[in-house]
């Protein structure tokens, strides 16, 4: 694998992109608040796909390795990174049918949520996706250290974003009228929107934490080096998925429509 | 025997059952707990029966051994890439291989064994429909839960997704057996997964069989709510049958695609593929993305009736349409991912028996993305009658219209293949000229049931079935029976035997069309679909009558076919050689294929479809000694 790019530059480039991200979720939800713009949140949020699909997902490097010996580890490691790109295109339909349904349901009304806590969960997931891209380069770079030290940071955030969800905001949503049993005419479908799609993505956060622990315990036995970690991109890639899910969720449940009830 | 009960598929089976009582136990000790009820018609509560039949495909995947390297993987042991064989002669089919010709072949038995239950399940109420009135379904009767005409429901419905199914398996079985050789590839690009998905079908069968005797379901294939979220507990285990059967569909597309972009010989430019392969990445893009939809659709029906989640429930915000637009959104494009395979097979085997080039190779291979890419677009076009808004219909008249360019595409490359070809007839000839005239009959007759205003009238009635038995079976069943003799000599060594193939076609094509002609008929005249009985003052007495008995050849010419198929396995004529004269680079080395494919790779050096002029090849082998020159 070729390195276009020192450590330190790769890393640095690291921080910018999430400054960035940050930059973007605050105006994200300063917009929200503010003018209720549907079509400026939408812009926001294909930004910030942009953003983490090719700084943190290189997805560019879907080109790399297409030359050469097709027993070699490179072409593949090649043919993962393809295959794990078109499981995460066939899952994109799953959360793109979710979506479908919460418009479909809800149109351009939301929950009532606290949205401070979602703003937090939110910040916490962004945080994570910035030390797995941390954890990752440092793997690319042989250090292996700055990958185990940086991918516990990662799950311990990837933890806290799941408990906020299912035993902090879970709670509290069913306090404020959205059960996920029983719907009422003022509530709607609310509850079951609302459960449903969180749900499916903690669903896929508790899976990339499992792949985390999976690869952070491979890494203590000493199996990825520079050259051959693919394992790590994978999780970290996977991790990154599932933030990038939320960077549409988290508008689609917060941010967008009128509150009602 | 003994052998036999320690495969990987009664290893399986198995642990499919312990799987099933640890799930049901759990959920029934924490109900038992939580002081609810512990026991229900069928025994054991319904969301126990899900907990289980769920538990059931975990634990039958960990017991057979097809996810044992990716628990090796994640402990951070190494597996060597390739397996040695363990096995040999039947018992490889009944294990774990990772040979994507084994697995091939493992799916195509398993799809003819489901076409069997499947098609038994049609002549069971197919005999019912002989005469109007009940016969032997009748009120009195009982069985699994169920009276007479709500077992002929259940009956109609497992019929339809059986066959869908087993559609999908025959499908994954041509396309893990021949692409890879198409391809000049050792094996799939991911061999593990490979086997996983085909294993995971197992379970799923089992589950959509289970549906049966768990109080069966009255819904159709289509599982639409709100009747399915009423329906008794069997059409859970349908739901979990179809989702589990949905990754079996995306895990195998998945696979293709990667294989085929990531595996192609030296010199197999886009342009330079067999056509075949074409038609395989076409129907693989729709299965690895559309397929969520249908899994998701049934999952939330699933939830609604667990959990209480009003997703389609009016009374509680729900909305039932939004239900068909998921559905639809997977189940229309399936049936490309039905027919594409089978257009392939066509497309492949016909300038082979016309010895003439292919007409318009570029216009065909495009013709098979562009109907999986409009196919994207079509899916209200069965929601006419729905109630959905209004605007939307002719959009999707017009979009649902525009599948017949492509397809005209592919008829005019057909019969300019054929043109002043130089013909012969043998038997996988004679299914694909079969498939061409029964896949037109079926095309025809899909713009009257696209236009709105016929569709109004047609909908929900025998019309619809009669057009879609003619585009399966012109698009799949024939085309598959043409793949299944051509290439027989290329997996076995031997052939088929020609002479029960002649009969085997010769019995099921005029049954066919008698079936399906008659479909039409009784259905332009107002005979419903999914019904159990009808009334004799209508006059289609008769008309069903001829049906039945047209049902019934078809279902003796198959089992000529299975009985032909497992005979010819080890007492056909022996062919070893390039049977059919054919330029494609599998039949240029001898039959059967060595476990590890071609000895040498070979390159592509010309078109892989110029029949009849002289001089020109498709592939040459390296050979060895110009290998190392390169080194």
């Known amino acids: 694998m070729s390195h276009t790019q020192d450590k330190s530059s790769a890393l640095a480039q690291g921080v910018v992109i999430f400054v960035y991200l940050a930059l973007l979720t605050a105006l994200e939800y300063f917009v929200a608040v503010t003018f209720d713009a549907v079509s400026i949140l939408v812009v926001i949020a294909v930004i910030k796909l942009a953003l983490v699909m090719y700084y943190y997902m290189h997805i560019y490097k879907l080109n790399e390795g297409a030359e050469g010996d097709q027993h070699s580890y490179e072409y593949k490691t090649g043919t993962m990174r393809l295959g794990l790109w078109l499981f995460l295109l066939s899952d994109a339909f799953v959360f793109a049918g979710l979506l479908t349904t919460r418009i479909n349901l809800l149109g351009l009304t939301r929950p009532h949520l606290n949205q401070l ?145 | 025997m003994k052998k036999f009960f320690s495969t990987a598929l009664m290893r399986g089976l198995f642990w499919q059952l312990i799987g099933t009582l640890v799930g049901a136990g759990l959920v029934t000790g924490i109900r038992a707990i939580m002081g609810l009820s512990t026991t229900d018609t069928f025994f ?132 893990n057996y021949v692409v890879p050789l198409l391809l000049g590839a050792q094996d799939m690009a991911f061999p593990r997964l490979n086997a996983f998905s085909y294993w995971i079908a197992v379970p799923a069968a089992v589950l959509l069989l289970m549906s049966l005797v768990l109080g069966g379901f009255g819904t159709g294939w ?23 059967a949905g990754w079996s569909s995306i895990l195998g597309a998945l696979n293709v695609i990667a294989t085929v972009i990531r595996m192609r010989s030296k010199g197999m430019t886009a342009m330079r593929m067999p056509i075949f392969v074409w038609a395989a990445v076409a129907t693989s893009i729709i299965a690895m993305t559309a397929t969520q939809l249908i899994g998701l659709s049934f999952q939330l029906v699933m939830f609604q009736r667990l959990l209480g989640m009003g997703f389609f429930d009016p009374a509680k915000g729900g909305n039932p349409v939004l239900f068909q637009h998921l559905f639809w959104f997977y189940s229309h494009p399936a049936v490309y991912v039905f027919v594409l395979p089978g257009l392939g097979v066509i497309s492949e085997l016909l300038p082979v028996f016309a010895r003439k080039p292919l007409f318009g190779y570029r216009w065909i291979a495009m ?36 599948v017949a360019i492509p397809t005209g595409v592919k008829f005019f490359s057909w019969v300019a293949t054929i043109w002043k070809g130089k013909l012969s007839f043998e038997t996988p000839m004679l299914f694909v000229v079969g498939a061409i005239v029964v896949f037109l009959m079926g095309g025809l007759t899909g713009p009257p049931n696209a236009t709105i205003s016929v569709d109004l009238h047609l909908h929900d009635t025998y019309f619809i079935v009669g057009h879609f038995h003619d585009t399966i079976f012109g698009g799949f069943v024939f085309p598959f029976f043409a793949a299944l003799y051509y290439w027989f000599p290329k997996a076995t060594g031997r052939r088929m035997n020609e002479t029960l193939g002649k009969i085997h076609f010769w019995l099921m094509t005029p049954s066919f069309f008698v079936l399906t002609l008659g479909m039409m008929d009784v259905g332009l005249l107002g005979m419903r679909r999914r019904i159990v009985d009808y009334d004799p003052a209508l006059g289609f007495d008769n008309v069903h009558l001829v049906m039945t008995i047209a049902g019934y050849l078809i279902g003796l010419s198959v089992m000529i076919f299975i009985y032909n198929f497992f005979n010819s396995i080890k007492k056909g004529e022996k062919a070893e050689g390039n049977v059919w004269n054919s330029r494609s680079p599998e039949w240029q080395v001898p039959s059967p294929m060595p476990t590890h494919n071609y000895d040498q790779p070979f390159e592509v050096v010309g078109e892989p479809y110029d029949y009849g002029l002289p001089g020109s090849k498709y592939v040459e082998f390296i050979v060895p000694a110009a290998k190392s020159k390169h080194k």
């Open chain 1, 117 to 261: 806590l979602g703003l937090g969960v939110t910040s916490v997931l962004l945080l994570s996706s910035f030390f797995m891209n941390r954890g990752e380069t440092a793997m690319a770079h042989g250090d292996k250290k700055g990958f185990m030290n940086n991918t516990i940071i990662t799950f311990v955030l990837g933890l806290g974003f799941l408990f906020g969800v299912v035993l902090v905001e879970w709670p509290l949503a069913a306090k404020e009228g959205l059960v996920a049993s029983f719907g009422d005419p003022a509530n709607g479908p609310m509850g079951a929107v609302f459960y449903m799609m969180t749900g499916m993505h903690a669903f896929h956060v508790l899976t990339g934490l499992i792949f985390l622990a999976v690869v952070w315990n491979n890494a203590r036995k000493g199996v990825y080096s520079a050259e051959k970690h693919w394992g790590v991109e994978a999780a970290a890639v996977y991790w990154h998925f599932v933030d990038l899910v939320w960077i549409i969720f988290y508008p689609a449940l917060y941010l967008i429509g009128k509150l009602i009830g």
């Open chain 2, 44 to 175: 054991f509560t319904e969301p126990a029966w899900v907990l289980g039949a769920f538990f059931g495909v975990l634990f039958f995947l960990a017991g057979n051994g097809s996810v044992t390297d990716w628990f090796k993987w994640a402990r951070g042991i190494e597996t060597p890439e390739h397996h040695e064989e363990h096995y040999s002669g039947w018992e490889k089919y009944f294990n774990v291989s990772l040979d994507h010709k084994v697995i091939g072949i493992q799916y195509t038995v398993t799809a003819l064994l489901l076409i069997s239950i499947g098609g038994l399940f049609a002549l069971i109420f197919r005999t019912e429909l002989a005469e109007s009135g009940l016969q032997f379904l009748t009120l009195d009767m009982k069985l699994f839960g169920q009276n007479g005409p709500q077992l002929y429901n259940t009956l109609m419905s497992l019929h339809g997704m059986i066959m869908i199914v087993s559609i999908l398996l025959g499908v994954a079985g041509i396309i």
């Open chain 2, 367 to 402: 013709s098979s993305m562009g109907i999986a890419l409009v196919g994207f677009l079509v899916w209200a076009h069965h929601m006419f009658t729905s109630g959905m808004n209004e605007y939307l219909r002719v959009p999707f008249m017009y979009s649902t219209l525009l």
């Open chain 2, 222 to 244: 289509t599982g639409y709510p709100p009747l399915s979220a009423r329906a008794p507990v069997g059409v859970q285990m349908f739901f979990l049958g179809v989702w589990t």
